[in-house]
């Protein structure tokens, strides 16, 4: 996060950046006594507003048959176990751009044509 943080400050330093009067924001924080912008500041705000943005994803991961980190097949199948399958934030492979809910939604849709697809037949 560091890093990034470093990466944003050099972006804002461009001159598209600059010629758009893009100003680095000097927000206190009471507990980061550090000078503004040094590495201890940095960390001390990340500490201090640090957040997940309330987006997590990815703990039950779809994927193919031979990745070893898929938790879910491209059926929503819980790999090794009979009769199981995930439909819901946790099977995304890597977060979305956009926001996550309406993919949440989209993958219940999906199940249901799947589940439908597995048993009226
Ligand atoms: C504060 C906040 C703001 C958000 N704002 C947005 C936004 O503006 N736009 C957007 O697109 N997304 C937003 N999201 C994200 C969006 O809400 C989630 O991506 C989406 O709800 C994920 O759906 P899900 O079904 O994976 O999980 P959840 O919606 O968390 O559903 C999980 C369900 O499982 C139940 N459960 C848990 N454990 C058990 C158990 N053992 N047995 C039975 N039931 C259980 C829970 O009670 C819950 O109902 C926000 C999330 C939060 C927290």
């Known amino acids: 996060m560091l890093k990034g943080i470093e990466h944003a400050i050099k972006l804002g330093d461009t001159n598209i950046m600059k010629s758009l009067e893009a100003e680095l924001e ?13 590495r201890e500041y940095w960390e001390c705000s990340l500490r201090t507003v640090g957040t997940t943005v309330y987006h997590p994803v990815g703990t039950c991961k779809m994927g193919p048959e031979d990745d070893p980190t898929a938790v879910v097949d491209p059926q929503l199948r819980v790999k090794g176990v009979k009769g199981l399958r995930v439909a819901d934030a946790s099977i995304m492979p890597t977060i979305t751009s956009g926001n996550t809910n309406a993919p949440s939604v989209m993958i219940g849709e999906k199940v249901s044509d799947l589940v439908k697809q597995t048993w009226l037949h």
Do not use: V
Not at 26 to 38: D, I, M, R, V
């Open 26 to 38: 000097h927000l206190k924080f009471e507990n980061c006594k550090a000078e503004f912008g040094s």
